[in-house]
């Protein structure tokens, strides 16, 4: 069976997500997915102080990183990105001569950097941007195909370098589980979460608030938890529940796998704008409500979608809450929101990607009869 290297990271959970999804999709086609982590093929000295130096920076000086962020975004390469491609090639070269991979699919801009020096010039190389407006860091040499989520993100690219020819349009990719229900099957996911969870007749609020306890998540479930209608709050976050409002009950669950069958039974969704977070919602059509977006990337997929209609952007916990109340009291609000979310969805995207790689192995054998 045929071997596709998957190789994504697990700072930012959206990066595994995406390579999650695609390994989905290799299944199907009969293809053996191997995923590598590329957290595991860089050196301790610099996988350590760089995620501490991101970490700190969104907790305690987002500036900081927002300046950062675009001031690297340029055509040209700076030497902090020239030298943090070079370091970890030799074990990524490792990884494919343990693997012999037909193909290799990156979900990360570094795993990109790596494999796209390690591999050999017969083994396709698609790289899969998990943001809507892909930063400078994704171009790396070494790349046959870029896979983006929408046309904003294929011209980001162009203006940033890569050819025309180089990049498609596929989507961002999302796991099987997140395809768009029929609404028989929306009713059924409702009644499983309020059976496992308790739940009454009261609207359904998913609060996808990261994965790691902070400030800034904490500052947001304290302002729903004041809620002027009545809901129940499915906090995914390992938040404190504070006092709530008459009329407003919450839930806890964390990290879950039953996170799309949440999304499904939601009537309205309030998060950050990770890649993966956006896909998703989209894919199954949901109001959403963007508050806190993490500078950078996340504050461009938020204008994104504020650009297309499809989510209510916040400017702070408090009008994240009065949105919520807005949607969760006004159908018609709603209803937009979720139709014109669902129209920018693409669930598919994770075979889409898949049937190009196969295209690009095709591709790949016609130029180099001897290797295939």
């Known amino acids: 069976m045929s071997r596709i290297l998957i190789a994504h990271a697990t700072v930012g959970g959206g990066h595994t997500t995406a390579a999650q999804a695609l390994a989905e999709a290799c299944a199907r086609r009969g293809l053996a997915p191997v ?5 595991e093929l860089i050196p301790a000295w610099q996988r350590g102080p760089v995620q501490a130096l991101y970490r700190w920076s969104l907790g305690h000086a987002p500036a900081l990183w927002r300046a950062y962020y675009r001031h690297t975004n340029r055509p040209a390469a700076t030497a902090a990105t020239r030298l943090l491609a070079r370091t970890g090639v030799a074990a990524a070269a490792a990884v494919l001569d343990r693997v012999q991979p037909v193909a290799i699919l990156s979900t990360f801009s570094g795993a990109a950097a790596l494999f796209g020096a390690a591999r050999g010039p017969a083994t396709p190389h698609i790289v899969v941007a998990t943001d809507l407006a892909p930063h400078r860091h994704w171009l790396r040499a070494g790349v046959d195909r870029y896979c983006v989520p929408a046309a904003a993100s294929a011209s980001a690219l162009y203006a940033l370098g890569a050819r025309r020819e180089q990049v498609i349009v596929t989507g961002l990719p999302v796991r099987a589980a997140f395809a768009a229900p029929a609404a028989s099957e929306r ?9 496992w969870l308790g739940l009454d007749a009261r609207p359904i609020v998913v609060v996808a608030a990261g994965a790691e306890p902070t400030p800034r998540a904490q500052r947001v479930v ?5 809620l002027a209608t ?7 976050h390992p938040a404190r529940v504070p006092a709530l409002a008459p009329g407003v009950a919450a839930r806890v669950v964390g990290t879950t796998d039953r996170f799309a069958e949440l999304l499904i039974a939601a009537d309205a969704v309030v998060g950050k704008a990770g890649g993966a977070t956006v896909a998703e919602v989209c894919a199954l059509g949901r109001p959403l409500v963007v508050v806190d977006p993490y500078p950078g990337q996340e504050e461009d997929n938020a204008a994104w979608l504020a650009s297309h209609g499809a989510a209510v952007v916040a400017a702070g916990p408090a009008t994240a809450a009065a949105a919520l109340a807005a949607i969760l009291t006004q159908p018609g609000l709603a209803h937009r929101l979720a139709t014109t979310a669902a129209r920018l969805g693409r669930p598919r995207a994770a075979d889409a990607v898949v049937g190009l790689t196969l295209a690009e192995l095709a591709r790949a054998a016609s130029a180099h009869p001897l290797a295939a």
């Open 222 to 226: 304290d302002a729903l938890a004041r």
């Open 35 to 39: 995923l590598c982590d590329y957290d």
């Open 230 to 236: 009545r809901a129940q709050l499915v906090i995914c």
């Open 187 to 195: 009713a059924a996911a409702q009644a499983r979460v309020r059976a």
